[in-house]
């Protein structure tokens, strides 16, 4: 008896030691850092055509001063069709705001304040690298236009690819994010920014405890280059890339998630067809960084530098080469890509019947027909499209005129029939992809 006494009294002692720490770790409070932080995030309005500043405005998200000048960090999506923006503090007057530069790519936007009367408090990014899965997060912003709202979760996942874009790595959280806390800061412990909110998983069009944040990793060169310059300024390849398959990677004695595939070359006389590369090559190496996978790819593209020789190593056949590397500004490249002024806007693409001229410029086989994207837009974001891509069938019948295809959408759309198929090329790749009109 005295010994099972001893041993019931060593298993609770280890218990408590067990559970003391996770207990230590809990929050009593996020005031305090509420407190300090809450004065630096703004609403995101807008006034109605011509109106003064004691109109009603209408909300459209939230933002956060990263820059005492009156600079604030918002989503693309929150501003993309605004006029008259205007930004609130609290419960205090509303401040004119236009916008300095904007990137869709990761749905960034920097908005400044026009006529500041003073000097506003910034907040500083933090680092979401470390963020760990399970780390306490705060959420602050103007959920459904109600005002400055705070909600509190973890960290539930890293890295997250959902569809959004070509530079997908977001945080999850169970922080509760609703409508109007797009753009808005998601904070750390220490109350430095670690994510952009800025879209959530939800069949209702209310929090399920299902969000994601653009990381702080992320959002902060972009920032600043949108700061500095009004937009951004990333390296083209010009290929279509996609990760390895099994059958692929076997037939090439490649190890699990190493490499990732050339599918086609975009751009004749591009960035990969002037290095010589070609459909079927599998990028191992690039700039001596070894390659898991297409997006890891895709991210270090764009950060590298425009103009420089970059050593590429390839898989070709089983066997491995080495090919160098010019990189293009793929926002000139992408510019040049249609006239602006001949695309039809619509389901959120910018797109074109193919031409002549662009098929020659991406390459594509002769007498290609069919609907280009020239454009996407962050609204598209459960999408893999993406600039270059040849829409060939909708709903299983052909289309080639960019109009056509437009008023169909729309037409579907205001059936709301739901999803629809497409049949797509890139390169020499087929596939269906869903839209929804």
């Known amino acids: 008896m005295v010994r099972a006494a001893l041993l019931v009294m060593q298993l609770t002692a280890a218990l408590v030691l067990a559970v003391s720490p996770v207990r230590a770790a809990t929050p009593d409070s996020f005031a305090d850092l509420v407190e300090r932080v809450l004065p630096s995030v703004v609403n ?23 820059d005492s000048s009156g600079l604030i960090v918002t989503n693309n999506h929150v501003i993309e069709n605004a006029t008259n923006i205007v930004v609130i503090f609290g419960e205090e007057k509303p401040y004119r705001a236009k916008i300095r530069g904007r990137d869709v790519e990761t749905d960034v936007a920097v908005l400044e304040i026009i006529n500041p009367d003073r000097r506003f408090k910034a907040l500083q990014f933090g680092d979401s690298e470390g963020a760990r899965v399970g780390d306490w997060v705060i959420a602050i912003g103007n959920p459904f236009g109600i005002g400055s709202s705070v909600s509190a979760g973890i960290v539930s996942g890293q ?33 430095r920014v ?13 929090s399920v405890g299902v969000g994601f944040a653009v990381p702080a990793e ?21 290929a279509f890339l ?38 079927g090559d599998v ?33 070709r056949g089983g066997q491995t080469f080495r090919v160098t590397v010019v990189l293009e500004v793929r926002e000139q490249r992408l510019a040049g ?26 390459n594509l086989p002769k007498g290609t027909e069919g609907v280009m994207v020239t454009g996407v837009s962050h609204h598209l974001s459960n999408s893999r499209l993406q600039p270059g891509d040849v829409i060939l069938e909708l ?26 198929k497409v049949l797509v090329r890139r390169g020499d790749k087929l596939f269906y992809e869903t839209l929804m009109p």
Do not use: C, H
């Open 283 to 315: 990028i191992i190496r690039f700039g001596g960084v070894a390659i898991q996978d297409r997006r890891q790819l895709t991210r270090l593209i764009a950060d590298a530098p425009i103009g420089e020789a970059i050593p590429v190593i390839i898989n």
């Open 159 to 191: 890295s997250r690819d959902i569809g959004a874009g070509l530079y997908d790595k977001f945080i999850q959280t169970d922080a509760a994010i609703n409508r109007g806390n797009s753009g808005g800061p998601l904070f750390d412990r220490r109350g």
């Open 194 to 206: 670690i994510g952009i909110n800025t879209v959530i998983f939800s069949q209702t069009g209310g």
């Open 395 to 420: 709903g299983w019948e052909q289309t080639n005129d960019a109009e056509e295809l437009s008023q169909k959408l729309i037409s579907l759309r205001e059936l709301r029939s739901g999803p629809v």
């Open 44 to 66: 995101v309005s807008m006034l109605p055509p011509g109106a003064d500043l004691s109109a009603e405005p209408r909300a459209l998200g939230s933002g956060f001063v990263v």
């Open 337 to 362: 890509i249609a006239d602006p002024g001949d695309n039809v806007e619509t389901a959120g693409m910018s797109l074109q019947t193919v031409s002549n001229e662009l098929a020659e410029r991406y």
């Open 218 to 238: 992320l959002a902060s060169p972009i920032v600043s280059q949108l700061i500095e310059n009004g937009s951004t300024t990333r390296g083209y390849l010009g």
């Open 242 to 279: 996609d990760d390895v398959d099994g059958p692929t990677r076997q037939r090439l004695g490649l190890e699990r998630n190493q490499g990732a595939l050339v599918t086609g070359i975009a751009v004749a006389g591009g960035p990969a067809d002037t290095a010589g590369l070609q459909q």
